[in-house]
Nanobody, 120 residues
């Protein structure tokens, strides 16, 4: 049973930084693309950033560009989301999603999420 564990959230003031972590058991992330999503109360879940299994390709949604950085440490089986210059509107529950294609079908795993609260 694959388990992804998200951590690193917390309470931070506007302009502050947090680093989120998504940890998997075993050699996992090199075979999966990983994305961070977030969901604020009353809103739909939205993509934040994604990284390929090789770690060579990354994608950021417009609000994350220039502030957030997604990276992977395959030796540690971790994917990170470094978030700088956080704003009030970044308050949400952040979750990682790992996906691979198996037999032509996507196989996905979610982390349990970690709460990020930006408040003065």
């Amino acid at each position: 049973q694959v388990q992804l564990v998200d951590s690193g959230g917390g309470l931070v003031q506007p302009g502050g930084s947090l680093r989120l972590s998504c940890v998997a058991s075993g050699r996992f992330f090199s075979r999966h693309a990983v994305a961070w999503f977030r969901q604020a109360p009353g809103l739909e879940r939205e993509l934040v950033a994604a990284i390929s299994g090789s770690g060579e390709s990354t994608h950021y949604v417009y609000f994350a560009k220039g502030r957030f950085t997604i990276s992977a440490d395959h030796a540690m089986n971790e994917v990170y989301l470094q978030m700088n210059n956080l704003a009030l509107e970044d308050t949400a529950r952040y979750s990682c999603l790992a996906t691979r294609i198996s037999g032509g079908m996507p196989v996905s795993y979610w982390g349990q999420g970690t709460q990020v609260t930006v408040s003065s």
